[in-house]
């Protein structure tokens, strides 16, 4: 059983990250990704557990994920810390047409700032194909409009 300190949405970064995760799915779309008041700790806590998948990762050369809600965690089977140090591209199939897809929709969406509708397909960590649908991937944007990576949501799933 983990102790309470041990979870990932207690901590001051993630719980600053879930709020940069929700501002900007706000700043993109004009709606709200989570309908919850409450606390900083609270809302982090609430979309850390959401029945939906929501993850993000850095604008590294090669970008790490640095957020993947419980949901995230179980498909990819990875804990936050493996998680978390995690180039995204792993989670693409690696042959070079579905890396370069990846690519193109990260691309797109650095253009665009918001994409939706998307259906694709990712692996776990051991090699489960995974049809995402409903997909929603956007820019992480400050309030001052500066970026700080991407993040993506989906509630539809399918094992291949």
Known sequence: MMNENQFPWQRKA???HSELILFSYRYWTGKNLLEINGTP???ARALF??????L?????EDPVYNYGNLKVMKLWERDWELLTRTPSRY????????QQERYNLLHRTQQKGY???IECVRLSKSGQRILLS???VWDLVDRKGDRHG???TFDRWKYL
């Open 150 to 152: 991407q993040a993506a």
């Open 56 to 60: 993000s990762h850095g604008m590294e």
């Open 134 to 136: 409903n997909l929603e």
């Open 91 to 98: 989670s693409a199939e690696p042959k070079e047409e579905q």
């Open 115 to 117: 994409l939706n509708n």
């Open 41 to 43: 700790e609270e809302i």
């Open 49 to 54: 557990e959401a029945s939906f998948a929501v």
């Open 14 to 16: 993630v719980i600053e």
